[in-house]
């Protein structure tokens, strides 16, 4: 059960990868160019915008690697921790920042892919890794 559920939460990850860059990046950093911020602030931008996808892939690796090698809870535990975090930074920043925040996608998918590691974790054999 923890592979199948490992397995669901690398593939939401990847599409959630996926759907940062190719339908967020668009909506969120092109209109930063037609902005009067100062071009270090856009790119540094661009750089965190990117940054996120590099981490989310590195979480979909993580929960891939869980499922066919022994020390599959302790990545898994790597890679709910990091979805845990995006779920509490957006989360936190939806209820203390911008309540904007809700009407996007990032609060969502990061909890649900924490709780899906979360319980592979619990359902993980107590035998193995």
Do not use: C, Q
């Amino acid at each position: 059960m923890s592979t199948l559920l490992f397995w669901l939460a690398a593939s939401l990850s990847l599409v959630g990868a996926a759907a940062h860059e190719i339908l967020g990046a668009p909506k969120v950093l092109a209109p930063l160019s037609e902005t009067n911020l100062p071009p270090d602030v856009i790119w540094l931008h661009h750089f965190s915008w990117h940054v996120g996808t590099v981490a989310v892939l590195v979480m979909a690796a993580l929960f891939i690697a869980a499922t066919r090698l022994k020390s599959g809870r302790l990545l898994a535990a790597f890679a709910t921790a990091m979805s845990a975090g995006f779920a509490i930074l957006a989360i936190s920043l939806a209820l203390f920042g911008d309540a904007v925040l809700w009407t996007t996608p990032a609060p969502y998918p990061w909890t649900v892919i924490a709780l899906l590691g979360g319980l592979g974790i619990a359902l993980y054999p107590k035998s193995d890794g």
